[in-house]
């Protein structure tokens, strides 16, 4: 049942009064950033269709045109490890919460979010690959830097952290990820790594190794909206 029929038949069954509804109206606005008047015109139907109008999927082809296309938040160093406190007015207007076909929530930028649904939905039913953890929005900088990671963007995202290390190998078997390769290249499927590349998104396992420089052996775990 889709939205509009769900909250038909709670209003015609009285679950549902037209009281509750004009409460969530300023809680919208709110949301919004429009005035909360409870009255919902023109400023605020407007602002609700640009806050849900799905955007296509664009991946900015550098770290620069990145900061420019998903807004540049400043942000200070918390002094615990790689943390970071992000401004929070940017965060509130930009990242928000999207549910995964597997039933977990993640938390991505506005921008990606719906992307990402179909996309790993797509990955995990083609490939038969589905992770166990997906790790999303973290407010932190690149190991050794002082350059906000993309997840801090909230347009990256790691898969199943421990079965997809840097290198490629968890001892000496293959990456998940790797293995799921082989196994779909083997087959005439598309691996999960290869539905999101065909989509534009960009695989750290195709970088550098940090430590032995070894190319193509980099980052299994993480994919990100955006180049580098
Ligand atoms: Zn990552």
């Not at 939205?3 to 038909?8: Q, S």
């Not at 900015?60 to 807004?71: E, F, S, V």
């Amino acid at each position: 049942m889709d939205a509009i029929a769900w909250i038909k038949a709670r209003i015609e069954d009285g679950r549902l009064t037209v009281d509750d509804l004009a409460r969530l109206v300023p809680f919208a606005q709110r949301e919004l950033g429009v005035s909360d008047d409870g009255k919902p015109g023109k400023g605020t139907l407007g602002a609700l269709e640009a806050a849900t109008a799905a955007p296509a999927l664009k991946i900015p082809r550098n770290r620069k045109a990145a900061l420019k296309y998903y807004g540049n938040p400043s942000w200070t160093k918390t002094g615990k490890g790689r943390a970071v406190d992000i401004d929070d007015a940017w965060e509130h207007a930009n990242i928000r919460s999207f549910r995964l076909h597997t039933g977990k929530r993640v938390r991505m930028h506005r921008l990606v979010g719906d992307h990402m649904v179909a996309l790993f939905e797509a990955a995990c039913t083609e490939s038969g690959y589905t992770p166990k953890s997906v790790q999303t929005y973290v407010p932190r900088v690149i190991g050794g830097t002082d350059r906000l990671s993309m997840h801090a963007l909230g347009c990256a995202f790691d898969v199943d952290p421990r079965r997809n290390p840097w290198g490629g190998k968890v001892g000496n078997e293959l990456s998940d990820l790797r293995k799921n390769m082989a196994e779909c290249e083997a087959d005439g499927r598309r691996s999960f790594v290869q539905v999101f590349e065909d989509a534009g998104v960009i695989w750290g396992g195709r970088w550098r190794h940090p430590t032995n420089r070894r190319p193509g052996w980099g980052d299994d775990m993480h994919f990100q909206f955006a180049g580098v």
